[in-house]
């Protein structure tokens, strides 16, 4: 029985209670009664007028000498009866009436009926009553089962990881051809791991091996197991692998295991925990006694580094498949993918656009297609063109324009001399990448964006590299004090500082970039996220030796503080320049940059690869965050670099 057809035989019982109640309650006599005020009923009584009266409770119903009916109410007078016989009325007294059995009953089971109704309502709700199979099968696995042809991504849908499309191609024609690997003794994998950052494509790379495999394909979240309900998880693993081995050879997907596969023991409270029972029955399914033949399980995350040993052992995920950050032509094919959907313009160029998107993951590029083309329709065009991809690109990387912000003509002077700043300094410095935009424009939590993207993928950076990026960064800060006075530094370099600490202290205690500390990693492992293991930590430095980081810290620091100041103090007419430039147009491109690191003219922007806003002045406004946008520390940069705000 359905939650709908529950539901209304709930409100059948309801509604036939309620009538029998108001039956067993009303008046059932059929004659009709005069109702009479009780001074009506003395004035009739004196004038003799009435032959007999029944009295009820404070209820007086009577019969007229003329036969007619009357009733009044009765409000305690003593003497009423008295009056009645002195006039010769005939009485009669009756009980109180009491409601029947069956009324009785039924009021004082009601609130029992109610509270077992919402009881039952509440329980199919939430154990999965309408997809579950019932309040008793709550334990049964959630996993959807996709049949054949259901879905309708393929491999020719995924792009920019070829790798790993090998090897789950492989293992698609290994559960289409068996025989081919078995004649020279292969077996087929118990289970393949993909592992990546966020946005990669796991799950669609999932989604097509359904897609392209003719068996039966089961999907799940990791999280799908867990259930306040001690028992819930396991059994439903249990249930899953059920299905799975009735309709051998078939693939099983798990999507973020991490939420049911973390390391065991991490906790403070004993290792009889749900989750950690739902992990053991994970465990003994992929590989026990029961050998679970013909099944492959597919599990997707981002942190595997968080997931137990003895399910990335050989035997159970025998495969971990990484899908990484594309390159330049994974990101340009992954870009003619999505641009399949929108109309294009023919001076769109996807290898172009890609190589302005370094770091972008697939996600992020989808992400930039769909603003291009909102900007396109918010513009009125029937074709997405090349600035449309621009626009799109400044806001994903530098954030949307705040044009609401109204700021005065010195917090503009302010921030121009800021960003020129960091323009100038990251311009200068060895091997820093390339300045890309400028623009003191609000975007995001900035006033102010100085934009800087690689030549060319980058998977490592070097020491030089690292204290040229700190340079860059106090850069927008001395500006500031060289142009306004040490009184009139901003808050708006917290974020640089912030940053270039982080560099500086990762140099010295995880990169060994120190000369004086050496190759020595000082750090404390910032990975472990459980409480259980956290509580026993120990320091594995000296107070000596932290004293010496935070000197070797500070010595990095003051050196590519002086080195950036030198560069402005040597640059001072250019600073000037280029802030005029931000002042006048706002956005400066790297052409422009260009013309004044050089000593030539200013040319104009250029229309298609600038903002359509026109300059804005006058009012106030304080925003004292800045943005940023590289990630700096074992993997490489995310976004090119946006530094600066005020």
């Known amino acids: 029985m359905n939650a709908k057809n529950l539901n209304l035989l709930l409100w059948i019982a309801v509604t036939i209670w309620l009538v029998m109640l108001f039956n067993s309650m009303t008046n059932t006599d059929p004659i009709e009664s005069r109702h009479l005020s009780y001074s009506q009923f003395l004035q009739e009584l004196d004038d003799g007028s009435i032959r007999e009266v029944t009295i009820r409770d404070q209820q007086i119903k009577g019969v007229r000498t003329d036969g007619s009916r009357f009733e009044t109410f009765d409000p305690g007078d003593p003497a009423l009866v008295g009056d009645l016989l002195r006039n010769a009325v005939s009485i009669r007294a009756e009980p109180p009436e009491r409601p029947s059995v069956l009324s009785q009953i039924l009021i004082a089971w009601l609130p029992f009926i109610l509270l077992i109704g919402v009881w039952f309502w509440f329980m199919r709700r939430n154990m999965g009553g309408s997809g579950g199979g019932g309040i008793f099968n709550f334990g049964k696995s959630r996993a959807r089962q996709h049949a054949e042809g ?45 592992v990546g950052p966020p946005g990669t494509g796991k799950t669609l790379l999932a989604r ?9 394909f089961y999907s799940i979240s990791g999280s799908d197991f867990v259930e306040m309900f001690v028992g819930v998880g396991a059994s439903r693993v249990r249930d899953l692998f059920e299905q799975a081995k009735k309709a051998a050879p078939c693939i099983i997907f798990i999507d973020e295991i991490d939420a049911v596969g973390r390391k065991r023991g ?30 492959i399980v597919i599990a997707a995350t981002n942190r595997a580094d968080v997931l137990d040993p003895a399910l990335l052992r050989p035997g159970r995920f025998d495969r971990q498949v990484v899908v990484g950050l594309p390159d330049l032509a994974g990101r340009a094919a992954i870009l003619e993918v999505h641009m399949r959907k929108v109309p294009i313009a023919d001076d769109v160029d996807a290898r172009t656009i890609a190589r302005g998107t370094p770091g972008f993951s697939g996600a992020d590029l989808a992400n930039l297609v769909n603003e291009a083309a909102l900007f396109a329709a918010r513009a009125g065009h029937v074709e997405v063109n090349m600035q449309m991809f621009e626009r799109a690109k400044d806001k994903i990387m530098m954030g949307a324009e705040r044009r609401s912000i109204v700021m005065s003509e010195s917090e503009r002077k302010l921030t121009a001399f800021h960003e020129a700043g960091h323009a100038i300094v990251g311009r200068l410095v060895p091997e820093h990448d390339p300045v890309h935009k400028v623009s003191i424009i609000p975007r995001g939590r900035a006033l102010g964006v100085t934009l800087f ?52 202290r990762n140099m010295v205690t995880r990169f060994g970039l120190s000369d004086n500390l050496g190759p020595l990693a000082y750090a404390e492992d910032e990975g472990e996220v459980f409480l259980g293991r956290s509580v026993t930590q120990q320091r594995q430095v000296s107070p000596e030796t932290a ?23 040597d640059n001072l007419g250019k600073l000037h320049t280029m802030a005029e430039a931000l002042l006048k147009y706002e956005t400066i491109s790297k052409e422009q940059i260009d013309d004044i690191m050089e000593g030539r003219p200013v040319r104009e922007p250029d229309d298609d690869a600038g903002s359509d806003a026109k300059p804005s002045a006058g009012g106030g406004g304080d925003v004292p965050a800045s943005r940023g946008g590289s990630s700096h520390g074992e993997d490489p940069p995310v976004v090119g670099g946006a530094v600066g705000g005020v």
């Open 150 to 194: 259901e879905v309708k991504v393929t491999l020719r849908d995924v792009a920019g990881v070829e790798e790993a499309k090998e090897e789950v191609a492989e293992l698609v024609d290994f559960l289409r051809n068996p025989q081919k690997f078995s004649n020279l003794g292969g077996r087929i994998p118990r289970g393949v791991l993909m």
């Open 208 to 216: 097509a091996i359904a897609g392209e495999a003719k068996v039966p």
């Open 266 to 295: 991490a906790g403070l409270g004993g290792g009889h925990d749900e989750r950690e029972q739902t992990l053991n029955q994970l465990l003994v399914e992929m590989d026990g006694f029961a050998g679970n033949e013909g099944i």
């Open 453 to 504: 993207l690689p030549e060319r993928d980058r998977y490592s950076m070097s020491k030089r590299q690292l204290e040229s990026q700190l340079s860059t960064l106090f850069g927008g800060r001395l500006a500031e004090e060289m142009i306004f006075g040490p009184e009139q530094v901003t808050t708006g370099a917290s974020n640089d500082i912030e940053r270039a600490t982080d560099i500086a």
């Open 547 to 569: 004293q010496a980081i935070d000197k070797e810290v500070r010595h990095i620091i003051d050196r590519n503080y002086r080195r950036a100041k030198q560069i402005l103090e």
